[in-house]
């Protein structure tokens, strides 16, 4: 069993840069691929960025946040974040955090223009 945690969420102007936070607990759950997804209102969700568990340089981005944002995982395997920069109101969103197959929460992410 994995759980996730997220923070980091808020509301920004459009330009700035916020880093969201997953922490996992569990015994194996440094192992796992951890991931960002986003769901805006009336969207389907859609996949941000990846880090794999055992090579932590290994990474996966959306095209959409490609060259924005940066994933990461510390030294432990159990906490990922990411690093948001330039956002843009289509960046608004619910980003969830997840360890198929465990989801976080989500914290909003809200940039205005």
């Known amino acids: 069993q994995v759980q996730l945690v997220e923070s980091g969420g808020g509301s920004v102007q459009a330009g700035s840069s916020l880093t969201l936070t997953c922490t996992a607990s569990?015994?194996?759950?440094?192992?796992?691929?951890m991931a960002w997804y986003r769901q805006a209102p009336g969207k389907e969700r859609e996949f941000v960025a990846a880090?794999?568990?055992?090579?932590?340089?290994?990474?996966e981005y959306g095209d959409s946040v490609k060259g924005r944002f940066t994933i990461s995982r510390d030294n432990t395997g159990m906490t990922a974040y990411l690093q948001m920069n330039s956002l843009k109101p289509v960046d608004t969103a619910i980003y969830s955090c997840?360890?198929?197959?465990?989801w976080g929460q989500g914290p909003q992410v809200t940039v205005s223009s």
């Open positions: 880090v794999q568990g055992r090579r932590r340089n290994v990474t």
């Open positions: 569990g015994r194996t759950a440094g192992s796992y691929t």
């Open positions: 997840s360890a198929t197959p465990y």
